[in-house]
């Protein structure tokens, strides 16, 4: 089991310009995340899905856009890329709600992302 | 919204001392998850605290859940290298989708 897969690992874009983060699970989970981790500010999160076909807005949703047209896929959209948007961003699954380990996390192993 | 404070920010320690960190909620939190996170790493998960009051204990790592379910504490005794890391906790309230993190604690340990 791959786990959860993200690609591409490291992006160099310029402002403007549109780019999308791919985030692929085999675990067969329903929920998917998408983070961005800058420094001293933690892990937030931007927007996720609770099944296929659904999306939602997280904390930090402005400038970006998300599908889920397939359960083992959540794609995370930049447009128009800004500065702003220069972060490291981690996917994560998990299986749903529930006893026992159905709400744990599994990160991938995250995309790093510069905007100039 | 649901806010999740998380104390220290930072800690720097000699190895074989203790380190604890501390997360506070400003709601109930129907249960809390810690992670890790080795630097260049992706978080990965340690542990998940239910009920209130709840303790647990995986070899040097001492987990706590408060009584009113507000705030958990990791508590690792004598640190070792291979502890270096950021420790994040994670909250989830009433709605269960989401889990709110905490900053994180980056601990560097003294060789």
């Known amino acids: 089991n791959a786990g959860v897969t993200q690609t591409p690992k490291f992006r160099v874009l310029k402002t403007g310009q549109s780019m999308t983060l791919l985030c692929a699970q085999d675990?067969?989970?329903?929920?998917m995340y998408w983070y961005r981790q800058d420094p001293g500010m933690g892990l937030r999160l931007i927007h996720y899905?609770?099944?296929?076909?659904?999306?939602a807005k997280g904390e930090v949703p402005d400038g970006y856009n998300v599908s889920r047209l397939k359960k083992q896929n959540f794609l995370l959209g930049l447009e128009s890329a800004a500065p702003s948007q220069t972060s490291v961003y981690f996917c994560?699954?998990?299986?749903?709600?529930?006893?026992?380990?159905?709400?744990?996390?599994?990160f991938g192993a995250g995309s790093r992302l510069t905007v100039l | 919204g649901q806010q999740v404070m998380q104390i220290p920010q930072y800690q720097h320690v000699q190895e074989g001392e203790d380190f604890t960190t501390y997360c506070n909620s400003s709601t109930t939190l129907s249960n809390i998850q810690w992670y890790k996170q080795r630097p260049g790493g992706h978080p990965v998960f340690l542990i998940q605290l239910v009920k209130s009051g709840e303790v647990k204990k995986q070899k040097r790592l001492t987990f706590q859940f408060g009584e009113a379910k507000k705030n958990s504490s990791l508590h690792i005794t004598a640190t070792q290298t291979t502890d270096v890391g950021t420790y994040f906790c994670?909250?989830?309230?009433?709605?269960?989708?989401?889990?709110?993190f905490g900053k994180g604690t980056l601990l560097t340990v003294n060789p």
């Open positions: 994560a699954s998990r299986k749903g709600q529930g006893a026992g380990g159905a709400n744990v996390l599994t």
């Open positions: 899905s609770v099944g296929e076909g659904t999306t």
């Open positions: 675990m067969n989970h329903e929920y």
């Open positions: 994670a909250g989830s309230g009433g709605s269960n989708y989401k889990l709110t």
